[in-house]
Nanobody, 119 residues
């Protein structure tokens, strides 16, 4: 069983930066695609960014050029560096680990960390 724990959220002013971390335990994440998702109040959970086991990245249009996802397999940790933050980035940010193996899907979520962008 993979356990994911996010950290790094908080209150930041517009234009500011934050770095979120997602630490995994229970299994090495080398072969998982890791992702960050976010859910604003009253809205659905949306993709923010993903990074594959080989390091390929994908970003949602609203965060392209402002956010960077990275992973450190040795530390079993994934990061989301967020810059030029806007009020519309306010949400609970969730870490996800996903892989398919021999026809089975493995999909794990963290408990979320809240990011608030406000002056």
């Amino acid at each position: 069983q993979v356990q994911l724990v996010e950290s790094g959220g908080g209150l930041v002013q517009p234009g500011g930066s934050l770095r979120l971390s997602c630490a995994a335990s229970g299994y090495m994440l080398n072969y998982y695609t890791m992702g960050w998702y976010r859910q604003a109040p009253g809205k659905q959970r949306d993709l923010v960014a993903t990074i594959t086991s080989s390091g390929s990245t994908n970003y949602a249009d609203p965060v392209k050029g402002r956010f960077t996802i990275s992973r450190d397999n040795a530390k079993n940790t994934v990061y989301l560096q967020m810059g030029s933050l806007k009020p519309e980035d306010t949400a609970v940010y969730y870490c996800n680990a996903y892989r398919r193996l021999l026809g089975a899907q493995y999909d794990y979520w963290g408990q979320g960390t809240h990011v608030a962008v406000s002056s």
